[in-house]
Every structure is written in structure tokens, then in C-alpha cells.
């Protein structure tokens, strides 16, 4: 008795004229470390398969898609908030999770949706392709969001029906996207200090605080000042708190920069070697 076992690790697509081999193994119950192996030819069956083009490999992407949500250049992971300053602005754009199997990546989007703005008093749809300023944006891949007074608002993008809406047997993802937006006075100044420990040494991580204060001088809560060892350490975000955890790996004189906005704090740390 002969026990079959065949994995497909992928599918094959065979278009007119081309052959493939299907690798079959074999084993019997009481030889579990013994496989024998075979090989098939696959011939190509009508009815013919197109070659992927630019409107199926679309399609495919669609159906691998996960989510989308709403991106800035600064972060184009997306997060709760778009924090503007009275009279800034910001692009926005759609970014899409596509996963096959168990590998994922972000990718822009090439849904065009339609944008709105929910209180144009606090931020409006910035001038595109020549039109005026408006709290909705159809047919645009982009939207740039001006704040026009303190307060908080949302915006939003609806995707047009994709081939993911269509697939059976699961939920497709959401086609109608939101995003809350944060207008606060613009920022006067940023400060960086440094919390523990008083003598940094490479290999460990060192707790710093970061704030952003307006123009009457009051702290901007939870303002997203990027924090990080200049000039190529990745910029990280502080807590609530305004805490944030920097990782330090290199022995010498280092730039912990923080910023916000065009505005920075810069502190010069000398970093000790590691005890071991």
C-alpha cells in the first residue's frame, strides 16, 4: 500500500504551446523517512489563458488586498490622526495591505477615490487640476488638506468597487476610509530632553521627552514630534507622555534631533562604550 502525498506551493499558469512537470512523492505508511518520486508532464488544455496584463494584474492586487487607509509622505503607514497647523497643509493619499500567504506589504493604491471633508470651518480640500478650494475631491489619487481654524474634523476617501468586493466566501475590505484631523495653532518651538540615564553608554536604550508648544506658548498634547538619532537613526513617535525610547549603538559624540513641522530641538549626547 502506497500512501500519495502532493503539496502545491503555487499556482502555475500555462499559456499555448509551453508544458510544466508536476512533482509527485510517494511513500508507504511504515517508511515515513523513504519517498519515492515521480514526474509528470502538464500539457497546456484549452480553452486558452491570457497572458496577465495591466487590467488583470490590477485585479489581482485588488483581490489580495487586505485594507487600505489614508497615508502622508511623512507617514505613510497611515495613523489616527493628521495633525495641521492653522494655514498648513498636507498630502494625502490611499495606501493598500496586500498579503499573500503569510508575507504582507504596503504599496500605494490604484483606487481613485472620491475625498470629503466632514467641517470645512476647520480644514478644506485644497486647489487640485484647477479647481476651487471645496470640502469634496471626486477622481483624484490625492488630496491636499489645508487647516483653516483650530478645532477637529475628519476626512474621508471612498474607493470605487474593486474585484476584492466580489470574491466569495469572504468580507471585502472597507471601501469607505476615514481619517481624523487635528488643527492646532502653528508651532513655535519643539524642546528634547533628556529623562534617564545620566550616562549613556552604547548597546543601551536611553528615555527621552519630546513636546511641541504653539504660538501662545502652550503644549501642543499629543503632537507627533519624531524623534531620532540623526542622521539616519528611524524616526520614533513619543507616548502620550511625550516619552520615547531611543536605542543608542554607536560609541561617540551622537544627534538626537526632534521635530516638527520645519521646527527642531537638537541635543549632542557622548556615548560611552558598553560594560561587559
Keep these: 500500500m502506497r500512501a500519495r502525498i502532493l503539496t502545491l506551493t503555487s499556482a502555475v499558469v500555462l499559456a499555448a504551446g509551453t508544458v510544466a512537470s508536476l512533482h509527485v ?4 505508511p511504515d517508511e515515513p523517512h523513504r519517498y519515492v518520486e515521480n514526474i509528470r508532464r502538464l500539457d497546456y488544455a484549452p480553452p486558452p489563458i491570457p497572458r496577465p496584463n495591466a487590467t488583470t494584474e490590477g485585479d489581482g492586487a485588488a483581490i489580495n488586498r487586505l485594507e487600505g487607509f489614508i497615508a502622508e509622505p511623512d507617514l505613510p503607514l497611515g495613523g489616527p490622526v493628521v495633525w495641521l497647523g492653522v494655514g498648513d497643509s498636507t498630502t494625502l493619499f490611499i495606501q493598500d495591505m496586500h498579503c499573500v500567504v503569510d508575507a504582507c506589504k504596503v504599496r500605494q493604491s490604484n483606487a481613485v477615490p472620491t475625498w470629503s471633508i466632514d467641517d470645512s470651518s476647520v480644514a478644506i480640500l485644497g486647489a487640485l487640476y484647477g479647481r476651487r478650494p471645496s470640502t469634496r475631491l471626486p477622481g483624484s489619487r490625492i488630496a491636499v488638506v489645508v487647516g483653516r481654524r483650530v478645532g477637529r474634523t475628519a476626512v474621508r476617501a471612498f474607493l470605487p468597487l474593486s474585484a476584492a468586493d466580489t470574491l466569495p466566501g469572504r468580507t471585502p475590505p472597507s471601501s469607505a476610509l476615514r481619517r ?11 524642546k528634547l530632553e533628556l529623562i534617564k540615564p545620566d550616562t549613556l553608554r552604547a548597546e543601551k536604550s536611553a528615555l527621552f521627552r519630546a513636546y ?3 504660538k501662545s506658548g502652550r503644549r501642543i498634547a499629543g503632537a507627533p514630534v519624531q524623534v531620532n538619532v540623526a542622521p539616519e537613526g528611524l524616526p520614533q513617535v513619543p507616548d502620550k507622555h511625550g516619552l520615547v525610547l531611543l536605542a543608542l549603538e554607536q560609541v561617540g559624540r551622537q544627534t538626537i534631533v526632534a521635530s516638527l513641522r520645519g521646527r527642531s530641538d537638537t541635543m549632542v549626547m557622548q556615548v560611552l562604550p558598553p560594560t561587559r
Design 25 to 28: 512523492l510517494q511513500r508507504r
Design 180 to 190: 481624523t484631523v487635528n488643527v492646532t495653532l502653528p508651532v513655535q518651538r519643539v
Design 212 to 214: 511641541a508648544f504653539d
